[in-house]
């Protein structure tokens, strides 16, 4: 059910296409589904209960879960239908864990379902009408495409553009059934840090990936993360994690941008 294990970064000018899968290269010919990519925290809604990353979600996510205008819906959606697992951004109020959108009050958009009968992916079409059955905020759909590998970097700039215009992170290309899935985002990395003893001539790593990796410990420890001796080792773990599976360095002091997010989290609160 994760959605893989490695991926490859390729880079232009403008910007990254992460793919979670290698397979560029035997890509052509398949539907490509461009979503929008928003920017939130990912939750998994089953009969079971609410989880964040295979762990049971925080007390403030559910709260914040709870509080949105269609939780009675995707939850009568998932007491019908027991087999599936629904994944959805949870978007609290306030600033977004990478600072990328600002959410006026606690929601929430469904991006997949998991099959756990058959074990597989619920294509985007079939989403859609389950989306509109139980009145269920869906991610925007932004175009389709029979992948290209000559014309895919054109086609993305299209893309791109649109989710600039909607001031949101980047776009989430997907065929779920066939296992494909990557996204493309465009931002600015911070600037380069110099450094005497060591130079690193790796693109710096993107502040929103570093505030990204933070909210993930946020989410796994819940109340446990402002006690900094439990929680900076797993912030650097995942700060390292998301350095290397970009290919790229780490030129920010790792405790400062944790002690940046608390901040930011008690200035939000207040």
């Not at 035997?26 to 939750?43: H, Q, S, W």
């Not at 958009?109 to 992916?121: G, K, S, T």
């Not at 940046?260 to 200035?267: G, P, T, V």
Request: hydrophobic share 35%; glycine share 4%.
């Amino acid at each position: 059910m994760l959605y893989q294990i490695t991926d490859v970064t390729i880079r232009n000018k403008f910007h990254r296409i992460t793919y979670f899968r290698d397979v560029r290269n035997n890509m052509d010919g398949v539907k490509l589904y461009a979503e929008e990519k928003r920017d939130g925290t990912c939750l998994m809604i089953n009969v079971d209960g609410i989880y964040t990353r295979n762990q049971v979600a925080s007390p403030a996510f559910v709260k914040n879960f709870t509080n949105c205008d269609h939780y009675d819906d995707i939850m009568w959606a998932s007491h019908c239908n027991p087999e599936w697992t629904f994944i959805v951004e949870l978007l609290p109020k306030g600033i977004s864990p990478t600072r990328m959108e600002t959410h006026e009050d606690d929601d929430f958009e469904l991006f997949d379902i998991w099959d756990n009968v058959n074990e597989e992916w619920v294509g985007r079409r079939e989403k859609e009408a389950l989306c509109i059955y139980y009145n269920i905020p869906i991610v925007r759909l932004y175009g389709e495409i029979l992948y290209e590998k000559d014309r895919f970097v054109d086609y993305n700039d299209l893309m791109m553009d649109k989710a600039k215009k909607n001031e949101k992170e980047g776009i989430v290309y997907k065929n779920m059934p066939e296992h494909i899935y990557f996204k493309a985002k465009s931002e600015v990395p911070r600037e380069t840090i110099k450094r005497k003893k060591c130079k690193d001539n790796r693109t710096p790593l993107l502040e929103s990936d570093i505030m990204g990796a933070i909210a993930k410990v946020e989410a796994e420890l819940g109340d446990k993360f402002t006690n900094v001796s439990v929680a900076m080792p797993l912030v650097a773990k995942y700060i390292r994690d998301e350095a290397i599976g970009h290919n790229c360095s780490v030129n920010r002091n790792m405790f400062q941008a944790y002690n940046d997010y608390l901040n930011r989290n008690k200035e939000e609160e207040q």
